[in-house]
């Protein structure tokens, strides 16, 4: 279907991807003016955030580039089935936590957590995320003039050379942007009805769980975990190490950690750290998990659900056959910090090139390939990043932790809130999200960090769990590279009562020579 000299509104895109859906638009959608003879700089192979952006970029800085994508729609797995759904789940999760802490108080009904179904709001998902899917076919062809075709496996033929259904594309370059999927754990009865990934729970979900076995200790295990528990459906997480100590979280300070775990524990939710899953038991649908613990003790799990959250992987088979690529010891494609490939002309991006598996870093390295192939040599530089994830929280992260602080710098200072040394649980932190909490369980409000080098007065990390913050560690991530100190923090504006108290707490040590923890 060709797409190019007609205008789709948001409505007609909509339509149009769910006719793909049922089945009743079969063929490629195709969005390239015939009439353009100039060659493409470069063929995206996926058009997800990572190809999706790098092709944006490449157009915007005059280039021509072409993104193929198998789905009928463009922005990947971010909008279908990854950050779009995970973010409607944790703040669900956050909501119905209110709903709990607070039921029978004030204004707040008796909880019912019989009315909080899974499946309503993986329906409610799955009938609202087209318009996501339409806006961005729309804005990508409308807005930034970036050429597609969608609806169309592609094969790579050569380092030039892409199959597109009936068709053959040659680009000067090929940007490979596959992403990943689930690594699928070897485990027996892994096959069986109602054992999910995040993926097939979006799409093939169709009955309501009554309990959960998460295997894994991912951040989709926290997420996901923090919101089935918060809908009743009585969670337990098997993760082979401690949750958040694993290889792919940087940086996450002890004390964050632990505020974190044990709040989830205190939501009911069950954590078996250092555990093995050995089994899922069934005849045909899952019945149960067995698993052996720390101790060495072996347990059987009832369950009817189980969602598999044991990190992801990219499929690369037909890349090393097709162009010998070569892969690091993960099983990721191997890039340098200008995202080239091994071999020449070839450029990979996103989670197909491995952690950190973010938004953040697709987008990005799809910018840098498209700035080194338009000859504007630049190096992506991930050695130093904010993270954050949801429990019925936002935890967010950046920098370094206390321990590697002290390690790096020797001298440091903690502020902190709430602070040691407290006799009972004060309110504080305190703002948005936390205020009724302040009254009724102070212990819950949240937890906050900032480390100095006490030498330099630098804020060398920050860490925060609660609500609201998670935008400021974006700016934070940059400050602390500009190299902020206590008594820049000081003077800044704080617009009071703030999600985190850095601002304020830094005014209160900053007029100090000699900097003490607070
Ligand atoms: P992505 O998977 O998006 O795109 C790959 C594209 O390639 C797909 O569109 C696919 O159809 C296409 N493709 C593959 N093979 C093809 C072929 N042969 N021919 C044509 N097309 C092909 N990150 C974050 O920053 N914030 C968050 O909140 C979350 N939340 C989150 C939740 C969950 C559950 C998961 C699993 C992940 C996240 N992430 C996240 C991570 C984030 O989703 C991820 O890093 C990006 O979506 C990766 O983008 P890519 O473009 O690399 O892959
Ligand atoms: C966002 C998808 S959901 S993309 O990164 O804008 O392509």
Redesign the pocket.
Known sequence: MQLNNVTLGIAEWRDLIRRVEIGEVREPLVNIDDSDAAPWDAIF???????RFGAAYLKAMGGRPLV????PFLG???PHQ??VP??LFSEAARELDYMRWNSGTLWFPKFDDSTASILDLISLFRSGRAAAHAFMNWQTKEQLGVEYVLNA??TVIDCHTVNVADGSYTARNLVL???AQTAHPRIPGIRKRGVFD?ASLIEDLDYEPTKCVIVGGSK?AMEYGSFFQATGCQTTILSRSPLMRGTSLHHVDEDLRIFVVSGMRARGLTVHEDSATLEILGDEHVEGVRARLADGAEIVLDTDFVLLATG?LPATAELVRTLGIELDEHGFVEVDTQMRTSVAGVYAV???IGSP????K?RKCGMTAARNIMGEPYTLDLSQYPDFLHTTYEVTWVGLTEQEAREKYGEIIVIQMPPNGLDQPIPLPLAEGSMLYAFTRPEITGYQKAVFDARSRRLVGAHHVGFGAKDAFQYLDHLIKRGITIDELGEMNELFLNPEHFIQLSRLRAGQHALHDL
């Open positions: 192979v996926g058009g997800g955030a990572a190809g193929v994508d198998r789905w990947g797995s971010c990854a950050c995970h973010h496996e592609a942007a596959t992403g995040f989709v992801e996103g989670d197909l598996l973010e938004m953040f697709a």
